[in-house]
């Protein structure tokens, strides 16, 4: 399992801070083909990272789907800015293009039954 070593640390010198994570993500191609599935770990404003058992280049320009509880269902466009070697797969980490709320948090609530 993926650690967050050094997470937020007073040497950290990201733009946004991060919040910590457990969701799934999907993955796509810049085309709309699915690719992965992999489990998020962190997100913020500007970026975001992930753990995945498929290997994924740095450079690659990649389309997420998202749902966090507080924000809803995000469609990401990001670029892959730095990998890393993490268990019985890789960590990555994510400069977003655009992110799109699809479904902001509480919508399509239907009745049970």
Do not use: C
Not at 14 to 27: F, G, K, L, P, T
Not at 86 to 113: M, T, W
């Amino acid at each position: 399992m993926p650690q967050t070593r050094g997470f937020m640390n007073n040497k950290d010198k990201r733009r946004a801070q991060r919040e910590r994570h457990d969701s799934v993500v999907e993955i796509f191609s810049p085309a709309g083909k699915l690719l992965d599935s992999g489990r998020l770990i962190d997100f913020s404003a500007t970026g975001a990272a992930f753990f995945s058992v498929n290997a994924m280049a740095n450079g690659a320009r990649l389309r997420l789907r998202i749902r966090l509880l507080e924000k809803g269902v995000l469609d990401i466009s990001a670029q892959v800015v730095w990998t890393r070697k993490e268990g019985a797969g890789n960590l990555y980490g994510l400069k977003f293009d655009s992110v799109q709320n699809v479904y902001p948090a509480g919508e399509l609530k239907r009745p049970f039954g």
